[in-house]
């Protein structure tokens, strides 16, 4: 399984973005996707996922309300719309698959996107 991060920028506070999460091979429909973020000097922190039908993402408090998980089987895609971004939400953003339930600790995946760099401007 190969993933591949795309969409960071730099955005001014109260901006938006979509970040793609695209898959390669066949088992895209049997993967639960899951956004992690990496902040400077930070531990990586769960965002948001969705499991394998697509349906019912959750969210990590921080980004409830603001950030939309979404997941696109026919296209092999995942989607993170975020907008009312912070400059809190900086980071390297990265996605994560994994075959079954998608719990929001990072060491429990074992495929990972290279990460595409957030910027919020205050």
């Known amino acids: 399984v190969q993933l591949q991060a795309s969409g960071g920028g730099l955005v001014q506070s109260g901006g938006s973005l979509r970040l793609s999460c695209a898959a390669s091979?066949?088992?895209?429909?049997?993967?639960?996707i899951t956004w992690f973020r990496q902040a400077p000097g930070k531990e990586r922190e769960f965002v948001a996922a969705i499991p394998r039908s697509g349906s019912a993402p959750y969210y990590a408090d921080s980004t409830k309300g603001r950030f939309t998980a979404s997941k696109d089987n026919a296209k092999d895609t995942a989607y993170l719309q975020m907008n009312s971004l912070k400059p809190d939400d900086t980071a390297v953003y990265y996605c994560?698959?994994?075959?079954?339930?998608?719990?929001?600790?990072?060491?429990?995946?074992?495929?990972w996107g290279q990460g595409t760099l957030v910027t919020v401007s205050s």
């Open positions: 091979g066949r088992t895209f429909s049997s993967q639960s």
């Open positions: 994560a698959a994994r075959f079954g339930p998608a719990p929001r600790t990072p060491q429990s995946y074992d495929y």
